[in-house]
């Protein structure tokens, strides 16, 4: 069994920044690859950016060159800095880790706003 459990979203203004940490556990050895998704208001859920095992970054053309993921390995954790934020990046944030089947976190809802 995995648990993901995601922080960091909250209130931010146009142009701000936040960083979401999504903390994995549970019965898995070494780096899985994580994935971030995110879920506006009425709209499907969509892929964000991808860190691989060897932590290799892909990111969605929305996204690239504002958002960074990485991992911290020492504590199982991979974050979102997430720059230059826009309205259009309001949404609820998920991570998923595929550890011999996909599991995902509760979302953590970051909201762009004046």
């Known amino acids: 069994q995995v648990r993901l459990v995601e922080s960091g979203g909250g209130l931010v203004q146009p142009g701000g920044s936040l960083r979401l940490s999504c903390a994995a556990s549970g019965t898995f050895f070494g780096p899985k690859p994580m994935d971030w998704y995110r879920q506006a208001p009425g709209k499907q859920r969509e892929w964000v950016a991808s860190?691989?095992?060897?932590?290799?970054?892909i990111y969605d053309d929305s996204v690239k060159g504002r958002f960074t993921i990485s991992r911290d390995r020492a504590v199982n954790t991979v974050y979102l800095q997430m720059n230059s934020l826009k309205p259009e990046d309001t949404a609820v944030y998920y991570c998923?880790?595929?550890?011999?089947?996909?599991?995902w976190g509760q979302g953590t809802q970051v909201t762009v706003s004046s």
């Open positions: 860190i691989s095992s060897k932590d290799l970054t």
């Open positions: 998923k880790i595929f550890a011999g089947g996909e599991y």
